[in-house]
Structure formats: C-alpha cells, structure tokens
C-alpha cells in the first residue's frame, strides 16, 4: 500500500488527537498530510495536534556530552540503533532522506564475543558477518534524533504540544452539544467524555485542564502505557492492548577521553576493528561502537551497551545504581579494560517498555480500532515492534480514518 494508494477517500477536515511524539505519531502525521495534499478535494485539510509528554519528538534517543578540553561529543544512541526497510513502501518513503544524506546505511563489521570468564581467561571474538547495502541497517544523521526532528519541522497542518501529559480517559458518556458539556464537567469531573452523537471526545490533561475536542485520538504510547490510558474508558478493544508482551531494556553508555586510551578489544590492535558486538552473556546483549558510525568521525569514543531485555525484565524495579554497576562489572569482563583504559564517561538508562516479544506464530495485533468512538489504539509494538513496524502501523491508521468518511 503506497502513500498514493492511502488517498482514495476524502478527508473531511477532521480534528486529530495523536498522543505520542514518537515515530508512530510522527509518520501518521505525516501520511495524513500526504493524504489530505494528494487528494482533489480542496477542503480536506485535517487539523492534528500531538501531545508529547517530554520536550522533544522520536523515540530514537540520542545523549551526548561535551568535552571541556576539545570541545568534542561522546554521543550515545540509547533507544534504537538502526532500522531496516524491507517492504516496497517504507524503502520508497525513507528514499528522499537517503538522497540528503539524512539517513545513511550502515555496514558494520559485525562480531560474536564472548567475555572474559572469572578464571582470567581474556574474551574470545569470533567474525560473525558484515552488514551490507543489500539487507542495509539504517542510521540517522548526526543524531538517531536527527530524523524525527527532520519529520517535526516539515508538519504543516500539525501542532506538537511538548511536556504535556495527557490523563486517563472515562467512559462518560453524554447527548449535549460540545458546549453545553464543557459547562457541564465544570461540576462533574476533569476527565475525558466522548460526545455520542458528534462522535467527538474531548481530552484533558493531568491538571484537569481542557486540551479540547476532536473526531478522532490516535494513542501511540507503549501498551503498557495504554492501558493505563484506556482502563476504564469502555474501549471495545481493551483486553487486546496486553496480548502483545513488552520487555524492559537497560543501556549503559561508556566514553573515553581519546582512542589511545581505549581498551585492546576495542583499538583494533589485538583484535580485527569491529562495530557491532554479539554477546554471549546472561547480562549484556550486544555493544554498537558509535565513533566508527558514518558521519560520526568526529565524536570521542563512544560506546552503547543494550543488556538482555529478560534481564532488564527481571530487573526493571531494581535501582538503577545498582543496576549500572552490574551492567559495568558485565562491560569490564567484555571489554577486558584495565584500570588505565577504564572509560571516563559511565551513564545508565531504563526502558521500561522497550522490546516486543515476536512469535513466529502469532498473527500481528494491527492497530485497534474503537469505530463508534473513532479512537486508535497504534505503535510498533502492534507489529513486530521495530521502527518500519511504525510506518506500517501508521499507514493502517490512515486508511482506516478515510475509509470512516
């Protein structure tokens, strides 16, 4: 299904709520725009707004910090490392960032290593494959942030409200008109309503204050999160939310002042230079080398660390000082530091809701749709959780607002 082929049907200029600034809001922002400027009609404009509970847009997270001597970046990618395109549809959507240099393959040296056991025996790196154009991994630059951001600036018909989080919604349900409503909630409650007969909802934040009405939500928060949102709303869809399951994931970020200060397995003088880092290990999953990145030349070592997600699960309520100093003990024995190539820069961070666990067979969720309400329940985890699962999703959502009109 192309951008194209999502403009069958006029839109009728209808009010969006999309509560996420991740990728999924994101892209479905921007597929509805395409929509609406594809289409003949010329009063299908939709009026979206997006509500993101932080200060800025994507998921694809990015940390850095600078040096006082260089002036120089560590630069840590501690959301997703990549994406891969594998359908017709997101190769041609992600073309044009390609063109720019936006967007960049990545073809990695990649290894399989075995840490270092208590005995004193050092790692063991074994060659495993090198990425290619053909099966490309993708990577956004300067910053994995770099093309969410990129997405953000080129809305037009879409408002971002950053730091604002949106409360649960109720099922209370009313007949009167949107402003009779509004006079009425004064004296009832600060929660949601849903208006049966324009089918509008009308949504507040935590404050209780009115962030006004729309035709349709589309919630794209991790399901965890969705839940949460959706609990006593009467979403004819709720117990589908928690079929697909969610792991938590923990990343540490290292940093050392200069190359020379790296250790061996790291400076390519033992070993063969490596990117990627495959881990046999009941902690630490895999380690991505982000100095040696296309376009990345110019950060200081840098190096992000995923640990297992059923790890990060096991442990997700555990302090994180705690935690960053097992996944550290976990890091030594991989990379074998010493104490005078122990890195200068240690940073840990938690996701809670980080990974979908695929089955190879189980059907996709897709998103889930409450038609009498118009509301939209989407994200990756919908799909086999990855960032082209976004698109995907995104474009499913589309299609099913303009097949409503």
């Known amino acids: 299904m192309t951008d194209h082929a999502l403009c069958s049907t006029v839109l009728s200029d ?25 289409s003949s009609s010329s009063s299908n ?40 395109a594998k359908t017709t549809d997101f190769q041609q959507f992600i073309a044009a960032w390609l063109d720019t240099g936006l967007l960049k393959p990545w073809c990695a040296e990649v290894i399989e290593l075995t840490p270092a056991s208590d005995n004193g025996q050092s790692p063991n790196i074994q060659s495993k494959e090198q990425w290619d154009a053909v099966h490309a991994r993708y990577i956004s630059t300067p910053k994995m942030t770099s093309w969410g951001r990129e997405l953000a600036a080129a ?11 949106v409360a649960p919604l109720t099922q209370y349900l009313h007949h009167q008109s949107p402003q009779q ?41 991790p399901n965890g999160q969705a839940v949460e949102l959706m609990a006593d709303s009467g979403f004819n869809q709720q117990d589908k939310i928690t079929k697909p399951q969610m792991q938590a994931c923990y990343t540490l970020m290292l940093g050392w002042d200069d190359v020379q200060k790296l250790p061996e397995t790291l400076n390519g003088q033992l070993t063969p230079q490596w990117d990627v880092a495959y881990l046999n290990s009941a902690i630490l999953d895999r380690i991505f080398i982000e100095h040696q990145k296309p376009a990345h030349d110019e950060l200081l070592p840098s190096v992000t660390i995923h640990a297992r997600n059923d790890w990060s699960e096991a442990h997700v309520d555990d302090d994180i000082e705690t935690v960053k100093e097992q996944l550290l003990q976990a890091a030594k024995q991989a990379l074998n530091w010493k104490e005078y190539s122990a890195p200068s ?4 961070h938690r996701w809670r809701y980080a990974a979908t666990i695929v089955n190879k067979d189980t059907e996709e969720l897709g998103i889930l749709i409450d038609e009498t309400k118009q509301w939209i329940v989407s994200g990756d985890w919908c799909a086999k959780g990855n ?19």
């Open 155 to 165: 809305l037009k018909h879409t408002t971002i409200v950053f730091k604002t989080r």
């Open 345 to 348: 820069q240690t940073d840990c």
């Open 387 to 405: 960032i082209e699962s976004c698109y995907r999703m995104a474009q499913q959502t589309v299609k099913a607002i303009m097949q409503t009109q």
């Open 181 to 221: 409503s509004q006079r009425q909630i004064q004296h009832q409650t600060h929660n949601q309503t849903f208006n049966q007969n324009s089918k509008q909802t009308e949504l507040f934040d935590e404050t209780g204050a009115s962030l006004g009405w729309f035709d349709w939500v589309i919630f794209t928060a």
């Open 14 to 38: 209808p009010k969006i709520a999309i509560i996420g600034g991740g990728l999924t809001g994101l892209l479905t922002a921007t597929l509805l725009e395409r929509a609406s400027n594809q």
């Open 45 to 84: 404009t939709p009026q979206i707004t997006i509500f993101e509970k932080s200060r800025s847009v994507g998921r694809l997270a990015t940390r850095y910090r600078s040096d006082s001597k260089t002036d120089k970046n560590w630069q840590w990618s501690f959301g997703a490392q990549f994406f891969t």
